[in-house]
């Protein structure tokens, strides 16, 4: 499986506007919507606060991989998004979020949402490729440095 897989280019935000958890879930919820019609904005945001009351899910180094399933849909579905300003996300680490990769998994897909889980995890756990997307310029080379990184696994 590669990222690349579910997550599309128009689905890379490069300047999250968003200063809050709920309104940064609510921002790449939004974007989700307006790529995927049958999706609901409020429902995608509500399924993700849901699992945020379990835990954060932001897992430190200024990364957040919030997830969650929902019935009806075919596959996975992604969004990602850079802060330049950074998130009070609740990380583990008690620092501020900047990179955000949302996932949603049909309901019943147990081990296709873990594996992209730990294939996300991975990727984003290395400290060089964390700072080349940070710095990198617009969706276009967000979703280039991701594809590529994801490749080499």
């Given at each position: ?18 200063s809050d958890k ?124 991701i594809s590529e ?5």
């Amino acid at each position: 499986m590669r990222i690349a897989e579910f997550l599309r280019e128009d689905l890379v935000f490069p300047d999250l506007a968003a200063s809050d958890k709920a309104g940064a879930l609510g921002e790449l919820c939004a974007g989700l919507a307006k790529a995927y019609p049958a999706l609901n904005t409020g429902r995608l945001t509500e399924v993700l606060l849901e699992r945020e009351k379990l835990g954060s899910t932001g897992i430190g180094e200024g990364v957040a991989i919030p997830h969650g399933k929902l019935p009806g849909i075919p596959g996975l579905i992604a969004a990602f998004a850079r802060s330049q300003r950074g998130v009070d996300f609740a990380s583990i680490d008690g620092k501020p979020t900047f990179l955000f990769f949302v996932l949603f998994a049909p309901e019943n897909s147990a081990g296709l949402h873990l594996k992209a889980l730990a294939r996300i995890s991975r990727l984003f756990k290395q400290p060089q490729f964390r700072q080349s997307i940070q710095s990198a310029d617009g969706a276009p080379a967000i979703f280039r440095l991701i594809s590529e990184e994801d490749a080499k696994y």
